[in-house]
């Protein structure tokens, strides 16, 4: 489905302190895997978070985050948290995830719509604010121009 | 919207280990806060979760996660998670919540899809299964008979 | 032990996230309930953490933390965290951890040590930098004059 | 300090959802790095902890933890946990920790002590108990005999 979305697998294994008294991973850290796969999304294609958004005051604030589990994953097991950009715009950002167990078997899936706010949690257009970034994004990731 | 449904509030206060570098609650732990709004739910109702469930070797597999983030909230704010129980059948429960700030403003709205299933993760009819504990949550919710 | 020193009891629910596959608390989880309890200890005596430090530009940096385990906590249990503190200088806080059971047992056992720091994670002394902020916590809390 | 231990190192990188609103990682969370260190530390040496371990009814209860902090980290930091087992015996193990920045600064170092126990918590002699794996574990470990 994302094949032509630019992607990025992020290797890791599900750990001890992800899972809960059932002895799978617990729901809830299936999104802190959806945050480590678009962290690394974004160091790949050259814009680490941190230095990229955070240190110039931009946030990009959670509006919507959804996720299906297919299958139960515990702790130990090696997956990969495939990432995609499935829609941008000059003031939200759309990601795709899929869990991935090691024999390619999808695990979960879901997705998490953000907006760009300033640190006080207001709304602007990412190409009026930081042009500059804007026109990078645009280079690497080709959707606005569709 | 969840008049006609059981309900149960449980007010927490946003942690700071909730929190993120944004100075706001990290979009993930809304889950966690699902997860204490269901089990207080659970409690309140007379089925404390690991003596109901846990102990006999059910549980509660996720299917299904999401929620939309509307108002920012901050470590110290005092929440109210509002648990709904949406609808429940022989093989499923689906949870509705609301996350409201002290004077009443919607924070965060979401669902969780859950099945029931054995200790190996195998979906099973609860009222065959566990044909008295089915008993009882039916009279206690009603949803069924409808 | 802390009878001499402040002391406050905040009281919560050990939650299923707070647990692992063992079907116990976690043991780092018990760092977010010191935590918790800490950020109560100032609420309660007319500190919250937020206005009163995080929104100044004011860092509480963990120098030093531990824990002893004496006693499982599972899902679903009332639990008090009793937060003394037990040292506090122009440049440093030292509080101590009680977790107990609803039946007054010891559960679990600790401290943290914190000093004062500028968002750039500087030490400074609090008595100089906010003489008026020092002065209201020495007044609440006197250890400093014996 | 560990030169003459059983260490093992893993890479990791800190990330948004172990941070908190001053910016660094979140002081609770490195307790969540040091078990992803032993859990690494068990698979390299051939015990992954879930097979070896809790699907034999094998729990390694916490029984103490500490932690000095030394030097902040932030979101995107690449680090190592350095992992040491300092002391192991019939009823117990011993690790120790040191979190290292990419140019091999200290960042963070502690410990964590733990028994062997049975599923309901209760301790026993690991050699008597399950003596294939303890004889196992000294051959590769070789510290009991010295």
Same mark, same amino acid.
Not at 64 to 85: E, N
Not at 119 to 132: D, H, V
């Given at each position: 489905? %994302? &094949?032509? *979305?630019?992607?990025? =697998?992020?290797?890791?294994?599900?750990?001890?302190? &992800?899972? =809960? +008294?059932?002895?799978?991973?617990?729901?809830?850290?299936?999104? $802190?895997?959806?945050?480590?796969?678009?962290?690394?999304?974004?160091?790949?294609?050259? *814009?680490?978070?941190?230095?990229?958004?955070? $240190?110039?005051?931009?946030?990009?604030?959670?509006?919507?985050? $959804?996720? $299906?589990?297919?299958?139960?994953?515990?702790?130990?097991?090696?997956?990969?948290?495939? %990432?995609?950009?499935? &829609?941008?715009?000059?003031?939200?950002?759309?990601?795709?995830? !899929?869990?991935? %167990?090691? &024999?390619?078997?999808?695990?979960?899936?879901?997705?998490?719509?953000?907006?760009?706010? =300033? %640190?006080?949690?207001?709304?602007?257009?990412?190409?009026?604010? *930081? +042009?500059?970034?804007? =026109? !990078?994004?645009?280079?690497?990731?080709?959707? +606005? !121009?569709?």
């Amino acid at each position: 489905m %994302t &094949d032509s *979305f630019p992607v990025v =697998d992020f290797e890791m294994r599900v750990t001890w302190g &992800d899972s =809960d +008294p059932a002895g799978i991973s617990y729901y809830a850290r299936t999104f $802190d895997w959806f945050t480590n796969g678009r962290m690394n999304f974004f160091r790949s294609y050259g *814009f680490p978070y941190m230095e990229t958004f955070h $240190d110039k005051g931009i946030a990009l604030i959670n509006l919507h985050a $959804d996720c $299906d589990y297919k299958k139960m994953v515990t702790p130990g097991d090696k997956i990969f948290i495939r %990432t995609s950009l499935t &829609d941008f715009s000059r003031t939200r950002m759309t990601f795709t995830y !899929q869990v991935l %167990t090691e &024999d390619g078997k999808l695990a979960e899936e879901g997705k998490t719509l953000h907006a760009f706010t =300033d %640190t006080a949690g207001k709304p602007f257009n990412l190409s009026k604010r *930081f +042009p500059e970034l804007w =026109d !990078q994004m645009i280079e690497k990731w080709k959707m +606005p !121009q569709e």
